[in-house]
C-alpha cells in the first residue's frame, strides 16, 4: 500500500502552518503503511548558504564534534541537531562537505542536500516521527510526506523514503517496480551508486541520471513511464513545487484538492479532510500516464 | 449509538442520524445490519464520514441511508436491497458486488465503481475513474459524466452507462455485458466492439436513463457496443489476443 501526502502552499499566510497540516494528513494514513516515515519540507532559503541534512546511527557523538572537526577542516558550517538528523548550513559546496564526511564520519548520511529542502526519515509510525523531528513547528512552501508498507526491501532509515534524487529534489513511490534489478545494473554500468536494495532508489537514481544527461525534470518523468516496468504513483519535490505521475494502469491511488490557497495530494481522500475549505475545494483524480506539475512561480 | 436529529433543508427529518466523528463505524454498520424485520425505521443518516472506509457496507435490508460528505473505499459494498446516497464522491470500490438494490453517488467515484455487481442499480452524477464496472456480472451502472480507462474489463453481464465518453481499452475481453457511451471513446479494448442499435436497445436504454435520473437526453444518442465473441473459446489465429 505506502501513503503519500503533498502539500503546495499558493499563499503564503499559510507557510507557518506548513509543517501542522502536512503533519495531520500523513497520520491520518498511518494505517497504509507502518514501517517508516519520511518528511521533505521545503522552507525559506539562507542567501549563499545550502543546507544538507544528514542522519547517524550515532548521532550524539558524531553530532557534537562535527562543528569544530569541520571547522579544523577549513569549512565554515553551522549545524542544527534533530534527533538522529542534523541540518549543516554552510557556505562551501556540497561535494565538499560529502567528501569530508565520507572521510572522518563513515557513519552519516546524507539524506538530502539543496538551498531549501530539508528531509527526515526513520523507522516508526507518522505520530512517532512527526514528533522526533518537530515537523509541527516547520514553516515553508510546499512539503512531501510517506508512509511505507514495505514490499520490495528491508525495514530501514534508508529504505524510508524520499529519496534524493538531486540537488532540492526528492521523490516518495506508492507501488512496486518489476524491472529494478535489471535498470540497477543498467545504472550501475553508467557509474550511480546505491546505497540500499530498494526499487524507488533505482527510481530515484534514473531520474538524476536522465536529468545529468540534460533532461528536465518533467522530461525525465516521461521517460520514466518507459523505463520503468511495475505500478506507481509517484511525488516529486522540486525546490519550486511538485511533480505528480501515475503507470499507465494507475491501480495505485491518487486524488488532488485545490483551492485558491493551495494544492494538496493524498493516496486517499481521508488525508485531505482537515484541510482549510476542503468542502469547496476542486477534487479530482490525477489521469494515467500524465505528468503533472505545480510550481511556486507560476502559482504566483 | 443513534446522536442526534438531523436538519436538512427546512425539514426536521426524524430518523436516525450517525456522526462518524463521535461514533465508529463497526456501531454504524452493525446498527444497519441488525433491521428487525418488519421494523418501521428505515432511514438513516450519516453524517461526517470524512473519507471513512467501508461506509455502509453489507446492507441486506430495503433500507434507506443517506450519507453526507465524502467516503473512501468500498462504501454500499454487497449491498442487497438497500438504498444507499452517497452526498458527495466515493473512493475506490464503490457498491463492489452488488446484488440488488440502488446506489448513488452525487459527486464523482474512484476505480472500480461497481466492480464485479451482480444486481441493482449503481448511478455516479459525476464522472467514474478507471475499471469502473470491471467484471460486472449483472448490475446496472449508469455514469453521468465519463467512465475511465478499462471500464467493463472482462463484463460478463449488466449494462453500464456513459453519458460522457470513455477512456482507453473499453470493454477489453468483455462476454456478454452491454455497453452504452454517449460521448467519444478513446479506444476499444480485445473483443469489444461497436454494435447495432437495435429497437430493444433503444427501451432497456431509455429505462436505464430514467432510473438513473437523466433528463433531456435520449437513448438514440448513445452508441452500443459489446463483445465480438472471438475470445470465447480458444483459436490458434487468436493466441497473440490471449
Redesign the interface.
Known amino acids: 500500500m505506502c501513503g503519500i501526502v503533498g502539500l503546495f502552499l499558493k499563499e503564503k499566510r499559510l507557510y507557518p502552518k506548513l509543517g501542522d497540516l502536512l503533519s495531520d494528513m500523513l497520520i491520518t494514513l498511518s494505517d497504509r503503511g507502518p514501517d517508516s516515515t519520511g518528511i521533505a519540507v521545503y522552507s525559506a532559503p539562507s542567501k549563499g548558504k545550502i543546507k544538507l541534512t544528514v542522519q547517524s546511527p550515532k548521532a550524539k557523538s558524531d553530532f557534537s564534534s562535527l562543528v569544530a572537526a569541520l571547522k579544523n577542516g577549513g569549512i565554515k558550517a553551522s549545524l542544527e541537531t534533530k534527533n538522529s538528523h542534523a541540518v549543516i548550513k554552510t557556505g562551501a559546496k556540497a561535494k565538499t562537505i560529502r567528501e569530508f564526511l565520507a572521510v572522518n564520519y563513515p557513519d552519516i548520511r546524507v539524506m538530502g542536500v539543496g538551498e531549501r529542502v530539508e528531509i527526515y526519515k526513520e523507522v516508526g509510525l507518522p505520530k512517532e516521527v512527526v514528533g522526533r523531528f518537530g515537523i509541527r513547528g516547520m514553516s515553508g512552501s510546499h512539503a512531501i510526506g510517506h508512509t511505507r508498507m514495505a514490499t520490495e526491501s528491508a525495514v530501514t532509515t534508508l529504505g524510508a523514503h524520499p529519496f534524493s534524487t538531486g540537488d532540492d529534489q526528492c521523490l516518495v513511490h506508492n507501488g512496486s517496480l518489476s524491472n529494478h534489478n535489471n535498470l540497477r545494473r543498467r545504472l550501475v554500468r553508467e557509474g550511480m551508486s546505491f546505497e540500499t536494495y530498494n526499487d524507488t532508489e533505482v527510481a530515484a537514481a534514473y531520474l538524476t541520471a536522465e536529468m545529468a544527461k540534460g533532461k528536465n525534470l518533467g522530461d525525465a518523468l516521461k521517460g520514466a513511464l518507459d523505463a520503468l516496468d511495475g505500478f506507481f504513483t509517484f511525488v516529486v519535490g522540486t525546490k519550486s513545487g511538485f511533480g505528480v505521475v501515475r503507470d499507465p494502469i494507475a491501480c495505485k491511488p491518487a486524488v488532488m484538492a485545490e483551492t485558491g490557497q493551495y494544492i494538496a495530494f493524498g493516496s486517499e481522500y481521508r488525508a485531505l479532510v482537515a484541510l482549510p475549505d476542503i468542502e469547496t475545494a476542486r477534487v479530482w483524480e490525477p489521469e494515467p500516464a500524465t505528468v503533472y506539475f505545480w510550481d511556486q512561480k507560476k502559482a504566483a | 449509538m443513534i446522536v442526534g436529529l438531523l436538519f436538512i433543508s427546512s425539514e426536521i427529518l426524524l430518523m436516525p442520524t450517525f456522526d462518524l466523528a463521535s461514533t465508529s463505524l463497526r456501531d454504524l454498520n452493525r446498527a444497519l445490519h441488525q433491521i428487525p424485520d418488519g421494523a418501521n425505521d428505515l432511514n438513516f443518516n450519516v453524517i461526517n464520514p ?3 472506509h467501508s461506509v455502509a457496507v453489507g446492507v441486506d435490508k430495503p433500507i434507506v441511508v443517506e450519507i453526507h460528505g ?1 467516503v ?2 468500498y462504501c454500499a459494498g454487497m449491498n442487497n436491497g438497500g438504498i444507499v446516497t452517497v452526498h458527495g ?1 466515493a ?2 470500490g464503490v457498491a463492489e458486488n452488488m446484488m440488488s438494490g440502488s446506489v448513488f453517488v452525487e ?2 467515484a ?2 472500480y465503481a461497481g466492480a464485479t455487481g451482480r444486481g441493482g442499480l449503481l448511478v455516479v452524477k459525476g464522472n467514474a ?2 475499471r469502473c464496472g470491471i467484471s460486472m456480472k449483472g448490475i446496472d451502472i449508469v455514469v453521468h459524466g465519463d467512465i475511465g ?2 471500464s467493463a474489463f472482462m463484463g460478463q453481464s449488466g449494462n453500464l452507462v456513459a453519458l460522457g465518453g470513455a477512456g482507453d481499452a473499453l470493454g477489453d475481453s468483455i462476454y456478454e455485458a452491454r455497453l452504452f457511451v454517449r460521448g467519444k471513446v478513446k479506444s476499444l479494448g480485445s473483443d469489444c466492439v461497436e454494435k447495432e442499435m437495435r429497437r430493444e436497445h433503444i427501451k432497456i436504454l431509455s429505462k436505464l436513463l430514467e432510473r438513473g435520473g437523466v433528463k433531456g437526453v435520449k437513448a438514440e444518442e448513445f452508441t452500443r457496443y459489446g463483445s465480438a465473441r472471438k475470445l470465447y473459446n480458444f483459436h490458434i489465429d487468436n493466441a497473440e489476443a490471449y
Request: aromatic share 6%; no cysteine; glycine share 24%.
Open positions: 470524512r473519507g471513512s465524502s473512501g473505499y464522491s473512493g475506490p459527486g464523482d474512484s476505480q475513474a478507471s480507462h478499462m
